[in-house]
């Protein structure tokens, strides 16, 4: 590794670090700003028994306090604190547990996406203004003019109502079904575009030219040029696409009802758990930052030509 990337890639850290940082005090002021708190929906609690909440999960010190001390844990120890709605439970154990459905919800629909998105975008160049090109086009545009929310809720209609084939809840190995469908069709038709377009500028340029004068074969033209040198933006688009996936399912996790850590996040904010909102605000956070920063790392892997600056 060279010294000019390895300064790359710790100046992109001290920004990752710069950016978690922003992410963590704007959140912890704005939730704190909104009127109301974590135990004003609690039933018949006398303003005694609130304040004597409020002082055991510090809520009563001053609000610079607060964050001064939130803000060691987090970097000392890692820890979020207690969830204030879920008593007895951390916020780390919830995040924990969400995650290992949403990481394998997103892994799944990421890796479908990427594929599918690949093979169909690669069809779709080479057969340009073709019918199978102009009827993927028209699909892929549809996919990605549909908000998630819509697309599931239609497959859910379809497949676990009308013709109850696969489970409407998410809880269960087949009930991901629905969810990692819905999650990849996005992402899928995106990659379509993006591999057809790419793969068609690659296929004009001059070495490919050159490269049929000299008569090598059109397997290792489309595979050993065409398609590996236009996978490029793809994997630049592949690590935000993993981190969008993931939390960007919020909403998908509420129509299946999986339990993942976007259900939780959106349970967190009706019931105002102010410490679960800010763990999986923080970990969605990172989570973003760093498939950024490995996908920039992947960027330069796959095109040495690539100067970081």
């Given at each position: 590794m060279?010294?000019?990337?390895?300064?790359?890639i710790?100046?992109?850290?001290?920004?990752?670090?710069?950016?978690?940082?922003?992410?963590?005090?704007?959140?912890?002021?704005v939730?704190?700003?909104?009127?109301?708190?974590?135990?004003?929906?609690?039933?018949a609690?006398?303003?005694?028994?609130?304040?004597?909440?409020?002082?055991k999960y510090?809520?009563?010190?001053?609000?610079?306090?607060?964050?001064?001390?939130?803000?060691?844990?987090?970097?000392?120890?890692?820890?979020?604190?207690?969830?204030?709605?879920?008593?007895?439970?951390?916020?780390?154990?919830?995040?924990?547990?969400?995650?290992?459905?949403?990481a394998?919800?997103?892994?799944?629909a990421?890796?479908?996406?990427?594929?599918?998105?690949?093979?169909?975008?690669?069809?779709?160049?080479?057969?340009?203004?073709?019918?199978?090109?102009?009827?993927?086009?028209?699909?892929?545009?549809a996919?990605?003019?549909?908000?998630?929310?819509?697309?599931?809720s239609?497959?859910?209609?379809?497949?676990?109502?009308k013709?109850?084939?696969?489970?409407?809840?998410?809880?269960?190995?087949?009930?991901?079904?629905?969810?990692?469908?819905?999650?990849?069709?996005?992402?899928?038709?995106?990659?379509?575009?993006?591999?057809?377009?790419?793969?068609l500028?690659?296929?004009?340029?001059?070495?490919?030219?050159?490269a049929?004068?000299?008569g090598?074969?059109?397997?290792k033209?489309?595979?050993?040029?065409?398609?590996?040198n236009?996978?490029?933006?793809?994997?630049?688009?592949?690590g935000?696409?993993?981190a969008?996936?993931?939390t960007?399912s919020?909403?998908?996790e509420?129509?299946?009802?999986?339990?993942?850590?976007?259900?939780?996040f959106?349970?967190s904010i009706?019931?105002?758990d102010?410490?679960?909102?800010?763990?999986t605000?923080?970990?969605l956070?990172?989570?973003?930052?760093?498939?950024n920063?490995?996908?920039?790392?992947?960027?330069k892997?796959?095109?040495?030509?690539?100067?970081?600056e």
């Open positions: 060279s010294s000019k990337t390895l300064l790359y710790l100046k992109r850290i001290g920004l990752a670090i710069l950016t978690v940082w922003v992410v963590i005090t704007v959140t912890f002021f939730m704190r700003a909104v009127p109301g708190g974590p135990f004003m929906s609690e039933k609690v006398s303003p005694a028994a609130q304040a004597a909440l409020e002082a510090g809520l009563d010190k001053p609000l610079m306090e607060q964050y001064i001390t939130y803000l060691k844990d987090v970097v000392t120890k890692l820890d979020f604190g207690p969830s204030l709605k879920q008593r007895g439970r951390t916020v780390m154990a919830i995040i924990s547990d969400g995650m290992k459905t949403s394998k919800l997103g892994i799944m990421a890796f479908g996406a990427l594929a599918l998105g690949v093979v169909l975008g690669a069809i779709a160049a080479l057969q340009r203004n073709k019918f199978v090109d102009k009827v993927i086009m028209v699909i892929t545009t996919f990605v003019s549909m908000p998630s929310f819509i697309m599931g239609l497959l859910l209609v379809l497949f676990a109502v013709l109850a084939v696969l489970p409407a809840n998410g809880s269960t190995a087949q009930g991901l079904i629905l969810p990692v469908i819905t999650l990849a069709l996005y992402p899928m038709a995106y990659i379509t575009r993006l591999t057809r377009s790419s793969m500028d690659v296929l004009g340029q001059d070495y490919i030219r050159t049929k004068a000299k090598v074969s059109g397997g033209i489309i595979f050993g040029h065409a398609l590996k236009s996978l490029i933006p793809v994997i630049t688009y592949f935000p696409m993993l969008y996936i993931v960007g919020l909403v998908v509420q129509i299946f009802a999986v339990p993942g850590i976007g259900r939780a959106v349970s009706t019931n105002r102010y410490p679960l909102i800010m763990g605000t923080i970990v956070a990172c989570l973003i930052v760093v498939m920063l490995v996908s920039d790392i992947l960027y892997v796959v095109d040495p030509r690539i100067n970081l």
